[in-house]
């Protein structure tokens, strides 16, 4: 079974750009998580997707915005970037939403530069 | 409301002695609690995860928690640290209700000296 792929996994921007991540679950799963990690703030929470509706979001600007296929595949949006957008994107992917004791998968990241 | 504390930032050990993660959470419901690893450059890797069945859970690469309500922790040891162990470490918070989101610690930094 493939697991959860992130593309592209580095990239470098401009501030003001805008950017685009991709994110694929593993086959069947139908919930889709976005996470930041930054040296500073660690992991944080950005939105979750389940069948292509966004049923959960962190504490973030309306800079940063996603969207689910009805492949389950994701995509996220960064407009107008900052240096500090500067991270770790991570995706996760899930069975099922609403169930705690699911277990999240984890793509490698893509790993984002603002210059 | 729920959060995930862990207790170190940087753990040392030598190769061949035992590893003890502390971590210590707060959830207003029933907790499904996990602890992640992550290896330079890598994305996470699920060790174990405990969802109200047995208080010990066991996990990969030797790894197990112990799960105590009356402590409100789920601290992650291993008998034995092996080289290929050096990574970090982060203990995550599920919990039913509205908050579904994973909450992460802020990492455990452990390093294995041979």
């Known amino acids: 079974k493939a697991g959860v792929t992130q593309t592209p996994r580095y990239l470098i921007k401009t501030r003001g750009q805008q950017v685009t991540l991709s994110c694929s679950p593993i086959?069947?799963?139908?919930?889709v998580s976005w996470y930041q990690q930054t040296p500073g703030q660690g992991l944080q929470f950005l939105f979750e997707?389940?069948?292509?509706?966004?049923?959960n979001k962190g504490n973030f600007p309306g800079r940063f915005s996603g969207r689910q296929f009805s492949n389950s595949r994701s995509e996220m949006n960064v407009s107008t970037l900052e240096l500090g957008d500067s991270a770790l994107y991570l995706c996760?992917?899930?069975?099922?939403?609403?169930?705690?004791?699911?277990?999240?998968?984890f793509g490698q990241g893509t790993r984002l530069t603002v210059v | 409301a729920q959060s995930v504390t862990q207790l170190d930032s940087h753990v040392s050990v030598s190769e061949g002695t035992p590893v003890l993660l502390r971590c210590n959470y707060s959830?207003?419901?029933?907790?499904?609690l996990f602890w992640y690893v992550q290896h330079p450059n890598k994305g996470l890797q699920l060790l174990l995860k405990y969802t109200s069945a047995a208080t010990l859970v066991k996990g990969i690469n030797g790894f197990e928690a112990e799960f105590k309500k009356s402590e409100t922790s789920f601290h992650l040891t291993k008998p034995s640290a092996h080289m290929s162990d050096a990574a970090e470490y982060f203990c995550v918070v599920s919990s039913s209700g509205s908050a579904r989101q994973l909450t992460f610690g802020s990492g455990t930094q452990l390093t294995v000296l041979p």
């Open positions: 086959s069947g799963h139908r919930s």
């Open positions: 959830s207003s419901y029933s907790p499904s």
């Open positions: 997707y389940f069948s292509e509706t966004q049923r």
């Open positions: 996760a992917s899930k069975a099922l939403t609403g169930t705690a004791g699911g277990e999240a998968f």
